[in-house]
């Protein structure tokens, strides 16, 4: 009896991916739908052979990691001009192919290219790389192929990448600045500390002065550095550690992205980039032509936010109900109270964090704005269209935003260097003019 592979949505949302014996595809169906899934795609299930001898197989690299989104970017745009000048498929892989240099990128258009070869759709064949093609990028060349508008949906989808990695450099150039200048400054307080502040301590005890406060807590710092100096990275280290283990559940995972989203300034920017990149990529679908729930379902795992993809999958299952966007949109966008963003809150933040978390408890993660433009665009049918809009808006936002944190943070670290360069020259100097005085005054004593 021949067999079929489908993919489907169960009843909550998630992603079905099974294979089904049945006569006919009009009975597989119908079992299906017995089940309770919704079919998004059916096809006779053909079990991979080995095709290590075919052309195309050979020449692929051992590799770590994942196609970095720049490069998967401009891959899509000379995919979509290949297609847009006529060429067949096959052939337009083949040309980036041979272009591109050995790494994960060559690996997946390797194994892409002997996929179309023996027989499978561009979509199916991309589905078999993940490490290069997400589900998102899938699911708009799925909805190209259905839709015969391929060249189409590739430029959309290349627009839609070059939008995202402006906004992601965007934040990362504005980032490396005050990066750079915190490490260079630790650099040179902990030489300070390390080497320089031992010395005048050697000097001081030869005279016997009595020191002051001042200068006596830049001794104690400085023996701490000296003493613990391995604990400077493994402090940083440790916390990162700490970070990336409870992160690994899906309870820390949450409680770390409302601490994220809650955080004063740094927040919102990171907030504002999300609710930019999600509507975008709902837009991006719902103008492909991917369904509702599916485009849902996809903008979800593609948000990278697990407070994001807790609103999202509500919005789904509301939607499935019978309801429609906007409504459950705004009424899901209040994260729900979580202790793991407390306990975040108060680890990071000693003392006040635990107030900080309070003030901010009632915060949307979306604004009315977002909620209004969406339901203008239900009722008028141009709901893409006014997700773009949200999405181009925030993007705006979000270089706005950033643009102002630099302006705050510039001052911010020349008034927090500058008191840390007068504290360690005024401890230093004061036992210093306390000597010089003492030995100017001894021969007339």
């Given at each position: 009896?021949?067999?079929?592979?489908?993919?489907?949505?169960?009843?909550?949302?998630?992603?079905?991916?099974?294979?089904?014996?049945?006569?006919?595809?009009?009975?597989?169906?119908?079992?299906?739908?017995?089940?309770?899934?919704?079919?998004?795609?059916?096809?006779?299930?053909?079990?991979?052979?080995?095709?290590?001898?075919?052309?195309?197989?050979?020449?692929?690299?051992?590799?770590?990691?994942?196609?970095?989104?720049?490069?998967?970017?401009?891959?899509?745009?000379?995919?979509?001009?290949?297609?847009?000048?006529?060429?067949?498929?096959?052939?337009?892989?083949?040309?980036?192919?041979?272009?591109?240099?050995?790494?994960?990128?060559?690996?997946?258009?390797?194994?892409?290219?002997?996929?179309?070869?023996?027989?499978?759709?561009?979509?199916?064949?991309?589905?078999?790389?993940?490490?290069?093609?997400?589900?998102?990028?899938?699911?708009?060349?799925?909805?190209?192929?259905?839709?015969?508008?391929?060249?189409?949906?590739?430029?959309?989808?290349?627009?839609?990448?070059?939008?995202?990695?402006?906004?992601?450099?965007?934040?990362?150039?504005?980032?490396?600045?005050?990066?750079?200048?915190?490490?260079?400054?630790?650099?040179?307080?902990?030489?300070?500390?390390?080497?320089?502040?031992?010395?005048?301590?050697?000097?001081?005890?030869?005279?016997?002065?009595?020191?002051?406060?001042?200068?006596?807590?830049?001794?104690?710092?400085?023996?701490?550095?000296?003493?613990?100096?391995?604990?400077?990275?493994?402090?940083?280290?440790?916390?990162?550690?700490?970070?990336?283990?409870?992160?690994?559940?899906?309870?820390?995972?949450?409680?770390?992205?409302?601490?994220?989203?809650?955080?004063?300034?740094?927040?919102?920017?990171?907030?504002?980039?999300?609710?930019?990149?999600?509507?975008?990529?709902?837009?991006?679908?719902?103008?492909?032509?991917?369904?509702?729930?599916?485009?849902?379902?996809?903008?979800?795992?593609?948000?990278?936010?697990?407070?994001?993809?807790?609103?999202?999958?509500?919005?789904?299952?509301?939607?499935?109900?019978?309801?429609?966007?906007?409504?459950?949109?705004?009424?899901?966008?209040?994260?729900?109270?979580?202790?793991?963003?407390?306990?975040?809150?108060?680890?990071?933040?000693?003392?006040?964090?635990?107030?900080?978390?309070?003030?901010?408890?009632?915060?949307?993660?979306?604004?009315?704005?977002?909620?209004?433009?969406?339901?203008?665009?239900?009722?008028?049918?141009?709901?893409?269209?006014?997700?773009?809009?949200?999405?181009?808006?925030?993007?705006?936002?979000?270089?706005?935003?950033?643009?102002?944190?630099?302006?705050?943070?510039e001052p911010l670290l020349v008034m927090f260097l500058g008191g840390m360069v007068g504290f360690i020259v005024i401890a230093l100097f004061l036992p210093l003019i306390s000597l010089i005085t003492n030995l100017s005054g001894s021969p007339g004593s």
């Amino acid at each position: 009896m021949p067999q079929f592979k489908f993919e489907a949505i169960d009843q909550k949302g998630n992603e079905i991916n099974d294979i089904i014996e049945a006569a006919t595809e009009d009975e597989a169906l119908a079992t299906i739908r017995h089940m309770r899934y919704q079919v998004t795609k059916i096809s006779i299930y053909k079990e991979r052979k080995a095709k290590s001898g075919k052309a195309g197989a050979t020449g692929k690299t051992r590799t770590f990691g994942g196609v970095r989104s720049k490069q998967l970017a401009i891959f899509t745009r000379q995919l979509s001009i290949l297609q847009d000048a006529g060429l067949p498929i096959l052939r337009s892989l083949n040309i980036l192919m041979t272009q591109a240099k050995p790494g994960p990128l060559k690996n997946a258009l390797i194994d892409v290219t002997t996929e179309i070869e023996s027989g499978s759709s561009l979509s199916e064949a991309m589905s078999k790389a993940p490490k290069a093609f997400n589900r998102l990028f899938v699911n708009m060349i799925k909805a190209g192929e259905a839709g015969g508008a391929l060249e189409t949906i590739l430029q959309r989808l290349a627009e839609f990448l070059e939008r995202s990695e402006a906004l992601k450099s965007r934040v990362k150039s504005a980032l490396t600045y005050p990066i750079c200048v915190v490490g260079f400054a630790v650099g040179i307080l902990a030489f300070i500390m390390y080497f320089i502040v031992p010395k005048f301590e050697t000097i001081f005890t030869e005279f016997g002065l009595k020191l002051p406060m001042m200068t006596l807590l830049l001794i104690a710092i400085s023996k701490f550095v000296v003493n613990f100096f391995y604990l400077i990275p493994l402090i940083p280290f440790s916390i990162w550690l700490m970070v990336k283990l409870t992160t690994g559940f899906d309870y820390g995972r949450f409680g770390w992205h409302l601490f994220m989203l809650k955080l004063p300034v740094f927040g919102t920017l990171i907030e504002k980039t999300t609710v930019a990149r999600t509507t975008r990529t709902l837009g991006t679908l719902v103008t492909s032509g991917v369904p509702i729930l599916e485009a849902l379902h996809i903008t979800k795992e593609t948000s990278n936010n697990a407070v994001f993809e807790l609103m999202y999958q509500r919005i789904l299952e509301a939607i499935r109900d019978g309801d429609t966007i906007a409504n459950p949109m705004k009424m899901y966008s209040k994260p729900p109270f979580h202790f793991g963003a407390l306990a975040y809150f108060t680890f990071f933040i000693p003392g006040v964090g635990a107030l900080v978390y309070a003030t901010r408890l009632n915060a949307r993660i979306l604004d009315d704005m977002v909620v209004n433009m969406v339901d203008v665009g239900e009722e008028t049918g141009e709901l893409d269209t006014m997700l773009y809009k949200i999405a181009d808006t925030y993007d705006q936002e979000v270089e706005a935003a950033t643009n102002a944190l630099m302006s705050i943070i510039e001052p911010l670290l020349v008034m927090f260097l500058g008191g840390m360069v007068g504290f360690i020259v005024i401890a230093l100097f004061l036992p210093l003019i306390s000597l010089i005085t003492n030995l100017s005054g001894s021969p007339g004593s």
